[in-house]
């Protein structure tokens, strides 16, 4: 079964930074786009980045985090990552790897971002 672990979320002060991982396994990783998604308490799920598979590693970030997050992957780790600086406190939330194989999502765990001072 497809399975994707979330890591690196922790607490830090506003304006710095935390590099997130997703280790994915157990489906053909290169060939699919990767997307991290957070949710904050209260909040619906909300994309924050995307990276297409392929041959083409093209990326998309939403508006409220252009220019400070950055996904990235390394298709021989199957891995993906979010390098996320300049943080703010509403960045605050759970932050979710996610895929779509077909018609199903699949979702890590989780991992909590917390932003405060």
């Known amino acids: 079964q497809v399975q994707l672990v979330e890591s690196g979320g922790g607490d830090v002060q506003p304006g710095g930074s935390l590099r997130l991982s997703c280790a994915a396994s157990?489906?053909?990783?290169?060939?699919?786009?990767m997307k991290w998604y957070r949710q904050a308490p209260g909040k619906e799920r909300e994309l924050v980045a995307g990276?297409?598979?392929?041959?083409?590693?093209?990326?998309n970030y939403a508006d409220s985090v252009k220019g400070r997050f950055t996904i990235s992957r390394d298709n021989a780790k199957t891995a993906v990552y979010l390098q996320m600086n300049s943080l703010r406190p509403e960045d605050t939330a759970i932050y979710y790897c996610?895929?779509?194989?077909?018609?199903?999502?699949?979702w890590g765990q989780g991992t909590q971002v917390t932003v405060s001072s």
């Open positions: 996610n895929v779509l194989i077909g018609k199903t999502d699949y």
């Open positions: 157990r489906f053909p990783f290169s060939w699919y786009t």
């Open positions: 990276i297409v598979g392929g041959s083409s590693g093209s990326t």
